[in-house]
Each structure stands twice: as C-alpha cells, then as structure tokens.
C-alpha cells in the first residue's frame, strides 16, 4: 500500500521490533495455545481482536474455552484468535497491515485507523456478503450505524454498537430533602435553592459545618447537566444559523459559567473541585459530605450504595436534568459506534466471517449474559444471577462485545439481576436526555495540528469559576481560541457537515 501508509514506516518497524521481542507477533495459522481437536469444520479462519484486559479460568484461553467453543460447534467453523495486549494494541494492528501477513478478520476501535485504510484500499467492501450471509446484521444494525461505515456507497466494516447512549444523570440525598422541606428541583433556581440549602442547613443533622451542596471533578467532571441546562454540551458541536459551531465559544457557554461562578462565590460549589479526582468523589459521596452531584449511570452500585450501607437512614433519589431559563436541559451523548470488524482485501475466508459475525449477533442472549442455568436462571419470573460463575466466565465479553447489538429487554433483565441499583432506569432517563453531537466524522487535520493547543486553553473556565478571571474573561478565550487553530476546525467541520449526506463518503468524512 502507498500513500499515508509510508508515513508510518519507520514507527512501525520500531514496534514490530517491540512486539516480537515481547513475543506477541502474529502469525497466521500458527496458535500455539489452539485446542487439539478431531472435529471436522467446514472452514477456517484467524481474527485479531482485544482480550479487553481479561482473564480466563485455569486450563482456558482465548482459544480454548466454552464460549468460544460453543460458537465454533454452532456454525461449524474453527477460530484462531490472536489477541495483542490491550497496551499495544492499536499499533499491533500497524504491524499487522504492513506486515503482508493478514488474518481474515480484525476488530479495530478507532475510526482515524479504520478511515485511513479504508481509503487506502485494504479492507474489502462488504454489502454482497452482508446480504447472502448476515440476516441479523441487517436486522439488528441500524441504518445510522451503516452511514457510518460506508466509503464509496460500499459498506466497509461490521460495526459493534455502544450499549448506552450517555452517562450522567442527577442524583441526590431524598432523606436530606425530606429533612429540610425540599421538592426535588426541577429549574436552575429550585437547584441553587437545594444547593445552599444543603450546604447551609445541616443537611444530615449532626450540628456540624461539613456538608456541601454540590461537587464536580478536576476540568468540570461531572459538570454536564449545568451546561446541558444552557442547551449545550463543552466538546459538542451545534448547529447555529445552518453551520456547525463548537459549544466552548458559545454564548450559552458563558451563562452557564456564570451560574456555576456564583455557586462557588457563595461556598456552595465544593472548593476542592479543581483538585478532586474520580476517588475524591467517590470519598465524598460514600462519607456522606455531598449530597447532590452528576452521578454515571453505574454509580448506584458504587458511592451511592456505599454510602447506604455506612448510613443506614441514606437515600438516593435520580432528578430531573436541570432546566434552564428556556426550558432546555440535557446531558452529552456517546457514540454509536464502539468497534469496526473489518476484512482484508484478499480474504479467501470472507464469508465464514460474516457468518461468525451474524452469529454473536444472533445469540446476544447467550453470549451476553452467558448460559442459562449456570450464570443466571429465572426464579418467579426474574432473573437471578450467580456472580461468582458471572465474573469467573466474563471472558466472554472478548467475543460477544464483537457485534454489541443491545437487546433492551436483555438489558432491562440483566441490569436488573444485578440487585436494585436502577440501573436499566438510569440509562433510559440519560437516553430520553441526550443532547446529541452534530459532529461525527474522524478527527479533521486541524483537529491533530491544533486540539493539544487548544486544550491548554481550557483551564479559564475554571478560573472563571473560582472567581480568579471575571466571566467576561470567556470573550478573550473565545477570540483566542479561534485565532490559534479553532477558525480552521471550524472550516473543516463545516466543509464535512456540508457533504455528511454525499453516500461516497465515509461516515460524512471528506475525501
């Protein structure tokens, strides 16, 4: 291959140099640790996917295990999987494209790389053999996701899909509300109300000055709601007067500031803020110091409850999102896309991929959950999981997480199993909340030349915060941040925002 692929000449022998000293080259149809077996399969193929940092039981391995032997017993089709360490993975998939050596299938996460060899001509396109062989990839992949992996009109990957759409919602102390006579707040103004009041009225009843209202992480972690309730999101791009605009230089950005400045100003935003890391938090919260913070989804199961089992008189309560003066409210959303399964041009085992592929897709249950009666059965009609066989056989994620197509009754059942931690609610209240990204194309050349600058620039909205630059500093930064790179995005972005429904691009991205 030509082109861009020589720009990564000389980086690439350094890491084939690295991986086979480690001793992780791959080397198509040589596994060492494949199973001995005397079963007849119709064909035969390698893939290159992520051990995504797991484990497998004493005497397994990524070839030879009960999940990935029941897959190959059930399309009738051997499997020989490499699996680079997570560490290095992205440049072991470099090594394995300029190595001439290919296997039938790889499993990539990052659509730059995916982008780059798609143009290049090293993947093959895919619609013949999606519709021969891939019935469940079409019904279960949505169109969305197709658009998004299509170059030339062909499609050029299988996507996997992200199980959740976004991350963050509004959790707070219900018994401290009780206790002091409060509604769950809705408005900015009932937020500000519940905010003081829990850093100012002895929330917990303990007579002491040691609560505070409100806690975000360093760089306005957890901070999302109170920009979504200005109808915006930092690292998003929106759509004003028919071209795209990046939500740090709006408008709605500074009245957001504004808000949050004046939380902190009165003592009502925790002063640690800039300095609190996930584990600060998650402190904060299990010790019963905060009592109203942007949780993720999963967080019930985490502070929230740990907070309970120390405080048997603690309860949680999900809110509304925060609205702001124009009735707007929302949070950041994630991509659709987590993973492209792609094969080489030249595969001679294409259509056993496709066929492996339809069938993680078709068995999300199974390979999702894991056999019934061993890792989860049904008792009076709900699902009831055994978490030692649960996390002894999570290994099985390598392979179903290679077509995520989320099954929202599946989710609901196994969410659920977990124990009453509301998790499946969680996701559903983030879904119906989502402020969606209009950008959604690899990162532009600008964006590489200019984001690390650009970033270094951030740290004024925390200044502003704290009261160290006045808000009418965001004007400056505004100014500054076009001048020194985000101009050029901003062209770029449109330029891909003009030509996202031109069915010969790639996933909106410009030739």
Not at 111 to 131: H, Q, R
Request: charged share 25%.
């Amino acid at each position: 291959m030509k082109g861009k692929r020589k720009t990564r000449v000389f980086f690439v022998i350094f890491v084939i140099a690295f991986l086979i000293s480690s001793g992780c080259g791959y080397i198509k149809n040589q596994v060492s640790s494949k199973k001995t077996s005397t079963k007849l399969y119709a064909d035969n193929i390698s893939i290159v996917i992520s051990n995504l940092g797991m484990t497998f039981p004493s005497g397994m391995d990524e070839n030879d295990n009960r999940y990935l032997n029941y897959i190959e017993e059930s399309i009738g089709i051997d499997i020989q999987v490499s699996t680079p360490p997570p560490e290095v993975y992205d440049e072991k998939l470099d090594v394995i494209m300029s190595s001439g050596n290919l296997p039938d299938m790889l499993h990539a996460y990052e659509p730059v790389w995916f982008s780059n060899y798609t143009k290049e001509g090293a993947f093959m396109p895919l619609d013949d053999l999606i519709e021969k062989y891939g019935p469940n990839l079409k019904e279960k992949i949505p169109a969305e996701a197709w658009d998004r992996v299509r170059y030339g009109g062909k499609i050029y990957a299988i996507p996997s899909l992200n199980e959740v759409s976004g991350v963050e919602l509004m959790y707070a102390r219900k018994d401290w509300l009780d206790r002091l006579g409060l509604k769950n707040p809705v408005t900015l103004d009932e937020y500000y109300e519940v905010i003081r009041a829990f850093t100012e009225d002895d929330p917990d009843g303990n007579g002491l000055d040691d609560t505070v209202g409100l806690t975000f992480t360093s760089n306005l972690g957890r901070s999302a709601p109170f920009f979504g309730a200005f109808g915006i999101q930092l690292d998003a791009w929106f759509e004003r007067d028919g071209k795209l605009v990046n939500g740090r230089i709006l408008p709605e950005t500074k009245e957001a500031l504004a808000y949050l400045a004046r939380l902190y100003k009165e003592g009502l935003l925790d002063r640690e803020f800039p300095l609190n890391l996930q584990n600060n938090l998650y402190e904060k919260i299990e010790n019963g110091r905060v009592g109203l913070f942007s949780a993720t989804w999963y967080d019930t199961r985490g502070p929230i409850a740990d907070n309970m089992k120390k405080d048997p008189n603690a309860r949680w309560v999900a809110l509304e999102y925060p609205t702001g003066p124009a009735g707007l409210k929302g949070v950041y959303d994630k991509d659709i896309i987590r993973g492209y399964n792609v094969i080489p041009a030249g595969s001679e085992h294409a259509k056993s991929v496709i066929q492996l592929l339809d069938f993680i897709a078709s068995d999300y249950r199974n390979l999702k959950l894991g056999f019934e009666n061993e890792i989860w059965k049904w008792e009076n009609g709900k699902m009831i999981t055994d978490f030692e066989m649960h996390d002894t056989h999570l290994y099985r994620g390598i392979y179903q997480s290679l077509v995520d197509v989320p099954d929202p009754l599946v989710s609901k059942e196994r969410l659920d199993s977990l124990g009453d931690f509301h998790l499946y609610d969680n996701l559903e209240m983030i879904k119906k909340n989502v402020i969606k990204n209009q950008f959604y194309g690899v990162p532009t050349p600008a964006m590489n030349k200019y984001n690390k600058k650009l970033d270094s620039l951030n740290d004024i909205f925390t200044k502003i915060i704290m009261g160290i630059e006045p808000v009418d500093a965001f004007d400056r930064y505004v100014e500054r941040w076009k001048q020194e790179g985000g101009d050029e995005i901003t062209k770029e972005v449109n330029e891909w925002y003009v030509s996202k429904n031109d069915t010969g691009l790639l996933g909106g991205e410009m030739k």
